[in-house]
């Protein structure tokens, strides 16, 4: 991820919340040891990363890579299609656990710059965070949020295939191409890979506008 200058800028706030929009250094020291080697040269950040006591786990996989060729940023044509008066399912107003995704460039894990979720009776709530690569390029993990009392907030992250679909099915038709199947390499251990399951890897290309 190429963010040097808005990092600069913000490197003595800490961790901001995703409600707040703009992506932030996350809290804690970096450990580059706690990175699968494979993702420190990747072009997308490949996983999600969680406090777990001792430093920086892997906990999720970031299974959308969106590129949007032309003038528009990416971040910007991702946000639109979840945030504003078109879009009432979605929302940042809960509350989320501390999450980042690794930067290569900077040796830190940056939160991401936009959360939402979309609410529903019962659990199993799409959660979306995003993550600015570049300007033509973005990082999206998609998960359904399970309900687990021994989570943080109650809930964990899970049934990626799930919610990458939810994700596909909202994003407008005429809009957006999608390649699937599209295969992502995480750079984890197999038993996690395997625990995983389906990721829903997906690419996605904004197509006008």
């Known amino acids: 991820m ?13 961790t901001a919340l995703a409600s707040a929009g703009g992506a932030s250094v996350v809290t804690g020291a ?13 072009v997308f950040p490949r996983c999600v990363y969680q406090p777990d006591g001792d430093g920086w786990a892997v906990t999720m996989p970031i299974n959308m890579h969106v590129t949007v060729p032309g003038e528009r940023a990416a971040l910007a ?4 299609e979840f945030t504003g008066l078109e879009n009432p399912r979605w929302t940042r107003v ?7 995704a690794w930067d290569s460039d900077g040796e830190e894990f940056v939160a991401p710059d936009v959360s939402v979720r979309r609410p529903r009776l019962g659990d199993e709530w799409n959660h979306v965070h995003v993550w600015e690569v570049d300007a033509d ?32 099915a909202h994003l407008a038709a005429d809009d957006w191409r999608r390649e699937t199947p599209y295969s992502i390499e995480y750079g984890v251990e197999e038993r996690k890979r395997e625990n995983w399951g389906e990721t829903g890897d997906t690419k996605l290309e904004y197509m006008s506008g």
């Open 2 to 14: 190429t963010r040097a200058t808005r990092r600069e800028a913000i490197a003595g706030i800490g």
């Open 94 to 100: 809960f509350p989320d656990s501390e999450a980042g």
């Open 77 to 80: 044509a991702i946000e639109d």
């Open 137 to 168: 390029r973005a990082a999206v993990h998609a998960h359904l949020d399970v309900i687990d009392l021994e989570y943080d907030y109650f809930h964990r992250g899970a049934r990626y295939d799930a919610a990458a679909r939810e994700v596909r």
């Open 30 to 42: 970096a450990d580059p040891s706690s990175v699968p080697e494979a993702d420190r040269e990747s």
